[in-house]
């Protein structure tokens, strides 16, 4: 899966000045995911761990002479580096059995208004993992 930055492309400096930025980028297990520019579809119970990537523009120049290395993209773009965020690998899951992990959730999907003012109303003691 990849998000394209929607402020992409831009030169390093911008991106060293004003940092990168994921919150519009929203990860489903809905098959209708390729639909939506921000959606990245992810299969349930599969373990992913995010990275980015960095690429050079080329000149016309650059890919008119290189045009029969294999390292130089036909699309004009040459990867420069690709980096491992750390602390950020995750398994996709469908369900949440700790009632703490669904109030987190809950409290921070900007989705979830409906269930904000309901989730002091869920009993979660007798939910399956809960332990004592």
């Known amino acids: 899966m990849i998000y394209l930055q929607e402020d992409s492309p831009r030169c390093g400096r911008y991106w060293a000045e004003s940092g990168v930025n994921f919150m519009r980028a929203k990860i489903t297990n809905s098959k209708d995911a390729g639909r939506h520019q921000n959606m990245m579809y992810v299969y349930s119970m599969h373990h992913y761990m995010p990275r980015y990537h960095i690429a050079c523009e080329l000149t016309k120049e650059e890919i008119e002479r290189n045009k029969s290395d294999y390292n130089i993209s036909r699309s004009g773009w040459e990867l ?14 469908t369900a949440y059995q700790n009632p703490d992990v669904i109030r987190v959730k809950i409290d921070n999907n900007p989705f979830a208004k409906g269930f904000r003012n309901r989730h002091d109303e869920f009993d979660f003691s007798d939910s399956p993992g809960h332990g004592s």
């Not at 580096?81 to 899951?93: A, D, E, K, W």
């Open 80 to 93: 420069a580096g690709s980096y491992v965020i750390p602390g950020t690998h995750f398994y996709s899951v």
